[in-house]
Every structure is written in structure tokens, then in C-alpha cells.
């Protein structure tokens, strides 16, 4: 069965600095790999998703993730975190075909202090 | 371009009355519709899942029922409720191309408390 693991439920950053967080997954055969994020109190917006092909997935916001297969781990980085950063991220796997079902971490909450 | 709109915003119920929370979207013919809950601090957990107007797939059995009556419409209901059904309800749409994984784009939620 598909799964992903998000080890580090908070994480705080300081205003300024680089930003990883980390996801693994499980997933029998290629993998279809998504990052959303969470304002508080809202619903989830999608931050860039990794279809098979170039490893590195640049989105918004100058967020990126980096697949690897052979670590089965899809991490999300920043160079420079904004206090408007100040979230909580889901890394998700999918199975393909009809009624897709997207399988969430338990999230990452971060903190951004000034 | 497409929007979601889920309502209410939020709901207070006592346990035992009964619920429905909806959700329509806009500028998307046939889309696959969804509906996600997330207990307060914790993940996302499927639900149910439509491809087409009339016909609901259950993911997850949490004493909960879903209807799709339109093409543009997904319906979350149930007759009691219980403790356990407080939390965030998410709908959401995605393409419905088949074949390789979707984009699953969100609504706002809707907030349940259940006294």
C-alpha cells in the first residue's frame, strides 16, 4: 500500500534561513509525489507536484523538491524562508488511474520566528 | 477558470442531529470530486470519490454518506452524528483525464464541531 512518512511534525525556522523538510514514501513502482500547503484555517494549496522526469521540481513561491528514488524521498527545500511561509506542509502520493487516491503525510507545521 | 465552493463555512451540531455539507464547482465539465476529512491536527484521510453524476465510491466507512445529484455538486451527509465526525471536511476536484495521477485541487473546508 502507498505511504508517506513526514518525520518532522514542527519544525521552526528563522526569518532568513534555508528550509527542508523531509518526506519518504512507499510506493510500488514510479511514484506520483505532491506538496501542498496549509494556511491556518484554510483549505490545501498545491506547491508543485513530480510526475516521472527531471528529479528537481521547481513551484511557487521559490519552493522546490528533489525525488530520489534510491532514498525513496521527495524533500521539499527554500533558500530563504518568509515569515508568510509560516505553515503546515503535506507531502502526498498517488495512485494512478480512476478516482485517484492521494495518500497524505501526517504534516509538517512550521514556525518562522523573526 | 475554476472555482470550489464548499458550504457552510463552519458548523456547530450536537450529537445525534443530523448533517450535510456541500460543495459545487464552476468552469469544469465532468470533473472526479472528492471529499477528504483531517481530524483537528492531524492528516488527511479520503472519503469518498465520484467520476461521474449518480455514483459514489467509498474509501473510508466513517458512518458518512456522499451524493453527487449534479454534475457540478457533491453532497457529504449523514443522519447522526457522532463525537468522532468532528474536524475539517475538504472537497476537492481534479481533472477526471484518467489514466496517470491527478492534481486534487482544494476547497476551503468546512469546519464540524460536534457537541
Given at each position: 500500500?502507498?505511504s508517506?512518512t ?15 523538510l ?93 | ?106 476547497g ?8
Amino acid at each position: 500500500a502507498q505511504s508517506v512518512t513526514q518525520p518532522d511534525a514542527r519544525v521552526t525556522v528563522s526569518e532568513g534561513a534555508s528550509l527542508q523538510l523531509r518526506c519518504k514514501y512507499s510506493y510500488f513502482g514510479t511514484p506520483y509525489l505532491f506538496w501542498y500547503v496549509q494556511y491556518p484555517r484554510q483549505g490545501l494549496q498545491l506547491l508543485l507536484k513530480y510526475y516521472p522526469g527531471d528529479p528537481v521540481v521547481q513551484g511557487v513561491n521559490g519552493f522546490e523538491a528533489e525525488f530520489s528514488k534510491s532514498n525513496s524521498s521527495f524533500h521539499l527545500r527554500k533558500a530563504s524562508v518568509h515569515w508568510s511561509d509560516w505553515a503546515v506542509y503535506f507531502c502526498a502520493v498517488s495512485s494512478q488511474g480512476t478516482g485517484s487516491k492521494l495518500s497524505f503525510g501526517k504534516g509538517a507545521k512550521l514556525t518562522v520566528s523573526p | 477558470a475554476q472555482t470550489i465552493h464548499q458550504w457552510p463555512v463552519a458548523e456547530i451540531k450536537a450529537v445525534g442531529s443530523p448533517l450535510s455539507l456541500g460543495c459545487t464547482i464552476k468552469g469544469k465539465s465532468s470533473p472526479n470530486l472528492y471529499w477528504y476529512w483531517q481530524a483537528t491536527g492531524g492528516t488527511l484521510q479520503q472519503l469518498f470519490y465520484s467520476i461521474t453524476v449518480g455514483q459514489v465510491e467509498s474509501v473510508v466507512q466513517l458512518n458518512l454518506s456522499a451524493s453527487r445529484p449534479k454534475d457540478d455538486q457533491f453532497i457529504l451527509s449523514t443522519e447522526k452524528l457522532l463525537l468522532s465526525h468532528s474536524g475539517f471536511y475538504l472537497c476537492a476536484w481534479s481533472l477526471g483525464l484518467g489514466g496517470g495521477a491527478e492534481t486534487l485541487y482544494f476547497g476551503s473546508g468546512t469546519r464540524l464541531t460536534v457537541l
